[in-house]
């Protein structure tokens, strides 16, 4: 993502994200998740990163991982606009 080719980490990251949903790595799932928001955020597709904000949101619901979201989102100016339109 450092070299702005989110294309390729966008690939990447869903690979993992597969990964890590089948070993139950909730902490790095859940960062993972953001920065594959991201990815779909600079790809144009806000739809998809909606979609990745809502899952973490929902994993928040049940599990006290808030901390560490805001940590990794906190990188990512975009997701954080894009969460306060979500909500307004």
Do not use: N
């Not at 869903?14 to 990815?39: P, Y």
């Amino acid at each position: 993502m450092q070299q702005k080719r989110y294309d390729e980490a966008r690939i990447f990251f869903s690979a993992l994200e597969t990964s890590l949903k089948a070993t139950g790595l909730k902490r790095e799932l859940l960062r993972v998740k953001v920065r594959l928001a991201m990815c779909y955020l600079t790809c144009g597709d806000a739809a998809g990163a909606v979609r990745l904000m809502e899952e973490i949101a929902s994993i928040l619901e049940t599990q006290d991982y808030g901390q560490l979201v805001l940590t990794a989102i906190q990188r990512y100016p975009m997701l954080i606009s894009l969460s306060k339109r979500k909500r307004s």
